[in-house]
């Protein structure tokens, strides 16, 4: 309810007093070649199974749609799993860009820098100016790394705990990453954003490695796409990559927007995700 992006878009289906199914979408921007797009992320599809088969999430999802295209909005995003992927896909319009790819790490391994890197409790100005000097650099599509909405996934988060951090390179923020302990197993680099230079990247994985040691974390993993300048940086150090049951799709609301189908165009992180 306090995303920075609106409020939460919701349809409920009842039979009388029972609530049988329900399709939950929440506001988000999307920069594409800096210019900001309203856009909305695909968040919860429920139908109670004694209402399989009867067509109502198909109801409920269009009735949304129509609505969403009457407010603005352009374009639809979410991650799939297996038992959606068909419904989405085959019944309500959705393209399938990707399955997602998990980048993986397993310790030990040993990294060294000696950018000053700190823990932060919040993000302020400097993250956004941060963002709007990488804008050009970066030319992917992306949700903008502000400090509003970094604030809100990552501080205001109710259900998650993250570790937050800064790199700072001649008395300059040269990036910001994101750490998760999942489950006593994983450490996920959730999200970073960064200078497109290797001291800096051996500075996140430094830190990261550090973290999962802590934690006795016997991976470190996180999304990127091969067009990101540190993928082949994480590919030198180790990593390597592992399909995941998961989909990345979109649906274009207007007959104005381009759709793009190739996932090396967006920037995504498993921040971008709800599962995360």
């Known amino acids: 309810m306090k995303n920075p992006f609106g409020k939460p878009i919701t349809k409920l289906c009842f039979d009388d007093d029972r609530l049988v199914a329900l399709y939950l979408l929440h506001p988000i921007k999307l920069d594409l070649k800096n210019k900001e797009e309203n856009s909305l992320f695909s968040m919860f599809t429920m139908t109670d199974p004694d209402y399989f088969g009867m067509g109502i999430m198909t109801r409920l999802a269009n009735e949304v749609f129509d609505f969403v295209r009457k407010q603005g909005y352009s374009r639809v995003i979410g991650f799939a799993n297996e038992n959606s992927r068909y419904m989405f896909t085959q019944k309500l319009g959705f393209k399938e860009i990707t399955i997602m790819n998990e980048l ?9 820098s ?5 823990r932060i409790n919040s993000f302020d100005d400097e993250f956004s100016e941060f963002y709007e000097k990488m804008r050009p650099t970066h030319n992917h599509i992306m949700i903008p790394r502000k400090k509003e909405y970094l604030n809100w996934r990552f501080f205001q988060n109710p259900e998650n705990t993250y570790e937050c951090y800064k790199i700072t390179h001649n008395n300059s923020l040269a990036g910001y990453f994101v750490l998760k302990n999942y489950l006593g197993k994983k450490g996920h680099i959730i999200d970073f954003l960064t200078l497109n230079e290797h001291e800096v990247f051996d500075t996140v994985l430094m830190q990261s490695i550090d973290f999962c040691q802590k934690n006795h974390l016997t991976t470190l993993t996180l999304w990127t796409n091969p067009t990101i300048p540190i993928y082949n940086h994480l590919i030198q150090n180790g990593f390597y990559e592992e399909p995941m049951n998961t989909f990345f799709i979109q649906k274009n609301l207007t007959d104005r927007l381009t759709l793009s189908e190739k996932f090396t165009d967006w920037y995504i992180t498993m921040s971008d995700s709800d599962v995360f």
């Open 114 to 118: 000696k950018l000053k890197c700190d």
């Open 104 to 112: 993986i790490m397993n310790m030990p391994v040993k990294i060294s």
